[in-house]
């Protein structure tokens, strides 16, 4: 079964943190790559962090890198993406995406859309 499950969206002020977990099936988990996308009212889903289930590589987008921090925890099949010093510019949904094939995973992860995907959990940053 394919199965992501986001949680821990929520509203904030600008300057506090939060913390998303991302649930994933072992199908998928095992796989390769699970990451983060979000997307803000009229603006295009881009990309935000992603770690390899493996070896734990992490990339982020510019504009988070060094206030996001994406982990995981691979006895709970779990990804987490803390999110510290967040802007109102950082005001989206938040998207858990596993790579859906291998040869998709890191590199290629932000500039595809063929992933599995979450349902989403809006956050919402008030200056």
């Known amino acids: 079964q394919v199965q992501l499950v986001e949680s821990g969206g929520g509203s904030v002020q600008a300057g506090e943190s939060l913390r998303l977990s991302c649930a994933a099936s072992a199908y998928i988990y095992s796989t390769n790559c699970v990451g983060w996308f979000r997307q803000a009212p009229g603006k295009e889903r881009e990309g935000v962090a992603v770690i390899t289930t493996g070896g734990g590589a992490e990339r982020y987008a510019d504009s988070v890198n060094g206030r996001f921090t994406i982990s995981r925890d691979n006895a709970r099949n779990t990804v987490y993406l803390q999110m510290n010093s967040l802007k109102p510019e950082d005001t989206a949904t938040y998207y858990c995406?596993?790579?859906?094939?291998?040869?998709?995973?890191?590199?290629?992860?932000?500039?595809?859309?063929?992933?599995?995907w979450g349902q989403g959990t809006q956050v919402t940053v008030s200056s």
């Open positions: 995406a596993a790579a859906s094939a291998p040869r998709f995973c890191f590199e290629p992860f932000f500039a595809r859309r063929d992933h599995y």
